[in-house]
């Protein structure tokens, strides 16, 4: 079974402290590894897909990096308006995505 | 574009009643899912339709069943509500498979 762990369940920044988050997968057949941020109260919105070890994407302060094992959502030099939860999901082959319990980021001005 | 449109946004219901959610997924969508968000569980598959037909579906008891018509259009539906049923509930749409796109969600409270 898929199966994805992210690290820490929590992280307070400085504005201006970069930072990384983690997600740690074992999955049978990987059809994407995908990024999501979620305010309180709403549903999650999309960030970034990946694909295939090695890939890099990016947008704004956020990057986000994919080896075998883990995935990494690097956030440099964050705004307080990046406090939000990250949510990092698998894609199988089984039409679903898989869930990890999410990093609260909490970035203080 | 319009994004995901799940009605309505909020609901109290009463232990042992049933409910009905919908979503309209984005217009060429033809796979949508369902997700339900507690704080104890996090976001845990429900069931997934495309083109009307059920290809996926979690482990959730019977109580919890779904739909999808012909527009793509879906619903889903709780019987026999539970105190534990309370929970964000979630759709997203996809067009292939390589990007979901979720709603606001449905606040169910049960009381």
């Known amino acids: 079974e898929d199966q994805v762990t992210q690290s820490p369940e929590a992280l307070r920044l400085q504005e201006g402290e970069s930072s990384s988050l983690n997600c740690s997968y074992t999955?049978?057949?990987?059809?994407?590894l995908f990024w999501y941020r979620q305010d309180p109260g709403k549903g999650p919105e999309f960030l970034f897909t990946?694909?295939?070890a090695g890939e890099e994407k990016e947008k704004e302060r956020l990057k986000a990096t994919l080896t075998k094992k883990e995935s990494f959502l690097h956030i440099t030099a964050p705004k307080p308006e990046d406090s939000a939860t990250y949510l990092c999901?698998?894609?199988?082959?089984?039409?679903?995505?898989?869930f990890g319990a999410g990093t609260t980021v909490t970035v203080r001005a | 574009k319009a994004g995901v449109t799940q009605t309505p946004r909020y609901l109290i219901k009463t232990r042992g009643q049933q409910v009905t959610l919908s979503c309209s997924p984005i217009?060429?969508?033809?796979?949508v899912s369902w997700y339900q968000q507690t704080p104890g569980q996090g976001l845990q598959f429900l069931f997934e339709?495309?083109?009307?037909?059920?290809?996926n579906k979690g482990n959730f008891p019977g109580r919890f069943s779904g739909r999808q018509f012909s527009n793509s259009r879906s619903e889903m539906n709780v019987s026999t509500l539970e105190l534990g049923d309370s929970a964000l509930y979630l759709c997203?749409?996809?067009?292939?498979?390589?990007?979901?796109?979720f709603g606001s969600g449905t606040r169910l409270t049960v009381v």
């Open positions: 997203a749409s996809s067009l292939a498979g390589n990007g979901y796109t």
């Open positions: 999955v049978s057949g990987l059809r994407g």
């Open positions: 990946l694909y295939s």
């Open positions: 999901a698998l894609g199988g082959n089984d039409y679903k995505l898989s």
């Open positions: 217009s060429g969508h033809r796979s």
């Open positions: 339709y495309f083109s009307e037909t059920q290809r």
